[in-house]
């Protein structure tokens, strides 16, 4: 079924201490509705919904919060980052993350989209120019490889995601996304980089912090329809 709102908002929780970090993550939403797939996996399948649509949206619909950071589909040939660059810092947002990231994807799939340069090294590479333009920068990643990839471009925050695969049987486990952000925390600080670590999290996990797993630093919520 076809919605009319093609936006969505993903909220950050920080430990307690925890500052200079966004306080949410606006993204395109899924194209359509569907019980059986939520809407942080169904955001990966393709859609005319594409980054210039949410910029125009969030030009729209200033003025944003100080702290709101856009998500930007960076794997996208046709996004023009210079274009794109200047348009957010009109609407000034100041922060920008490669959300959804094709790192999500099965390996073998994202194997066949390095053939063609359509890889997560594609979103570094966008993000690292958006760094230069003096935007800060989260790097989404989905396990210790990834890490040690992002750590070339220094991003001031990364964000570990699961893979589409993870939710095979539901949303993956605590334990699950303890263990890939335990080793991507690990690989990131073996190569020098001791910046924030996001995870996705349940409302149950966010309101209980002593859940979290230690190398966490913020979970950032399931995302939400923007009204």
């Keep these: 079924m076809q919605?009319?709102?093609?936006?969505?908002?993903?909220?950050?929780?920080p430990r307690l201490n925890e500052a200079d970090l966004p306080g949410e993550i606006i993204t395109v939403r899924p194209g359509f509705d569907h019980p059986d797939m939520p809407a942080e996996v169904a955001i990966l399948l393709p859609s005319n919904r594409g980054p210039e649509i949410l910029i125009d949206h969030v030009i729209e619909t200033t003025p944003l919060a100080a702290d709101t950071m856009i998500g930007l589909f960076l794997a996208n040939p046709l996004l023009n980052i210079q274009s794109a660059g200047k348009r957010l810092k009109h609407a000034k947002i100041k922060w920008v993350t490669n959300l959804p990231s094709v790192s999500q994807q099965d390996r073998e799939f994202s194997g066949q989209l390095a053939d063609v340069d359509l890889d997560h090294n594609r979103e570094l590479s966008c993000l690292a120019q958006f760094k230069s333009f003096g935007f800060r920068i989260i790097a989404v990643v989905t396990d210790a490889e990834e890490a040690k990839a992002a750590v070339e471009i220094n991003p001031d925050v990364i964000f570990v995601m699961p893979r589409v695969a993870d939710f095979a049987?539901?949303?993956?486990?605590?334990?699950?996304?303890s263990s890939a952000a335990q080793a991507v925390a690990g690989s990131m600080?073996?190569?020098?980089?001791s910046g924030s670590l996001l995870g996705?999290?349940?409302?149950n996990e966010i309101e209980?912090?002593?859940l979290w797993p230690g190398t966490i630093n913020a979970l950032v919520h399931l995302p939400s329809v923007v009204k």
Excluded: D
């Excluded at 919605?3 to 929780?13: H, L």
């Excluded at 049987?169 to 996304?177: D, K, V």
């Excluded at 600080?189 to 980089?193: E, M, T, V």
């Design 189 to 193: 600080h073996s190569h020098g980089w």
């Design 169 to 177: 049987a539901g949303f993956p486990s605590l334990r699950q996304r």
């Design 208 to 210: 209980h912090p002593s």
């Design 200 to 203: 996705l999290g349940l409302e």
């Design 3 to 13: 919605q009319s709102q093609p936006f969505m908002r993903w909220f950050v929780t």
